[in-house]
């Protein structure tokens, strides 16, 4: 498609006024886009930050090839915004709103240019919107072919057969075939890694996104630490990732994976390693990291990476048994009464230091040291006594973890 070249004035033309301006107008651009569609509207704030530097780019891009009165083309389109479009095909942004978000964008780009035009401007007012019209031509046709791309290679044969692997090797199964398929040597030993996220409410249709853009940041994150493609079945809210012993995602600090994803999920991430795990061993092993990492955020604690020296005393409590149950029916009579569990918990946390506990909850010491008489009491167990503190906190933690129904509190 030729574009029609009109001579522009030796003055600074639309273009390289608008050139000037675009720092100012290119958030307007993501606005009238994707930020303002229902849809988008309910994602993150900053779910769309890889996509103001590829608006701002390619405006730029596309501005100074028409100051220039030189064709913007569709690979040089392409090489713009190519790895974003993927980005979105790769989480299933729906293609509609995609492409009603794109149509948007280049409105708002007509907009700014029609404010900053002079009457006298008109002919240079209609080639820019004919170029204008260009650039999204190709933009349309790059945003469908990737699309297409992308679906037919996301869930690829050698994708699905790796997840087929991988739960096979969970299940303790035989696995030689599968390995063959999906192309990956099969090792003696794996790091076994549990991987959950905090859960948090979202429309469904935002959930879905988000789950699947997580998959993805997941995916390419394991891949790009262990330089070779990796096993998991991360679902988005929770799974088991194997690192072969001594690879190098394994020499990874798990800590420091905890916070990139973290970060790349805009959310807490508990994981739990149970380290060097025999294949025979990996289905054991799996089950162990899966309770350790619901464990620590059932618990409260921060997220980040956990082994089982971290939570031994916590982990073995929560076994099924009648010590358990004992100990969960030491802690009912103050199931109706949250201020007790608050005190409770308050105590255990700070100690001797009543003064401090009491000022956490917002009391005066002398009601907080009648709470704890009140605590020994009902429950037959003084938290003031080392031996009933410990006993109490244990039961709490039980509490927390497999709490009694409504009906046993009586």
């Keep these: 498609m030729s574009v029609a070249v009109h001579p522009l004035p030796s003055s600074p033309g639309l273009a390289a006024r608008m050139l000037d301006r675009l720092p100012q107008f290119a958030e307007r651009i993501l606005a009238s886009g994707l930020g303002s569609t229902p849809q988008a509207a309910d994602l993150p704030e900053d779910h769309f930050l890889e996509v103001l530097p590829a608006i701002y780019g390619c405006a730029h891009a596309f ?13 040089e389109v392409a090489e713009l915004i190519l790895p974003v479009v993927r980005h979105h095909a790769e989480d299933r942004l729906p293609l509609r709103l995609l492409m009603e978000a794109v149509h948007l964008s280049a409105r708002q780009v007509l907009r700014e240019a029609v404010e900053l035009a002079d009457p006298s401007e008109l002919t240079e007012l ?15 046709a790059i945003t469908v072919e990737s699309y297409g791309d992308v679906e037919q290679s996301i869930y690829h044969a050698e994708r699905e057969a790796r997840r087929a692997l991988c739960a096979a090797i969970l299940r303790g199964q035989p696995a030689e075939e599968l390995a063959a398929r999906a192309d ?22 935002v959930a879905n996104l988000l789950i ?28 088991i990732a194997l690192l072969p012993s ?83 029916e030491r802690i009912a009579p103050l199931l109706r009464s949250p201020h007790l569990m608050e005190t409770l ?39 003031a006594d080392p031996n009933g503190s410990r006993l109490l906190a244990a039961a709490l933690t039980v509490h927390r973890l497999h709490p009694m129904p409504d009906d046993a509190a009586g």
């Design 246 to 328: 001594g690879s190098d995602l394994d020499r990874v600090e798990t800590s420091r994976l905890a916070t990139e994803l973290a970060e790349q999920f805009d959310a807490d991430v508990f994981l739990a390693e149970i380290p060097a795990a025999t294949r025979a061993d990996v289905p054991v092993a799996a089950r162990q990291a899966a309770e350790l990492a619901e464990l620590a955020r059932l618990l409260g604690r921060p997220g980040g990476a956990y082994r089982f020296d971290d939570l031994l005393l916590e982990y073995q409590l929560t076994r099924p048994g009648p010590a358990r149950d004992r100990l969960a």
């Design 345 to 383: 918990d308050a105590h255990l946390r700070h100690g001797p230091d009543r003064k401090a506990a009491a000022a956490e909850i917002h009391v005066h010491p002398n009601t907080f040291s009648y709470r704890l008489r009140r605590i020994a009491e009902l429950t037959g167990t003084d938290p």
């Design 126 to 140: 209609v080639d820019f919107g004919d170029r204008l019209l260009q650039l999204l031509m190709h933009i349309t």
């Design 184 to 205: 990956i040597a099969l090792a003696d030993r794996y790091t076994v890694l549990a991987i959950q996220p905090r859960p948090e409410d979202q429309p469904a249709a």
């Design 212 to 239: 699947r853009r997580r998959i993805r940041l997941l995916q390419h994150t394991l891949d790009r630490l262990a330089n070779a493609p990796t096993l998991h079945t991360f679902d988005g809210a929770s799974g």
């Design 63 to 75: 501005l100074h090839a028409t100051e220039q009165r030189r064709e913007f083309g569709q690979e």
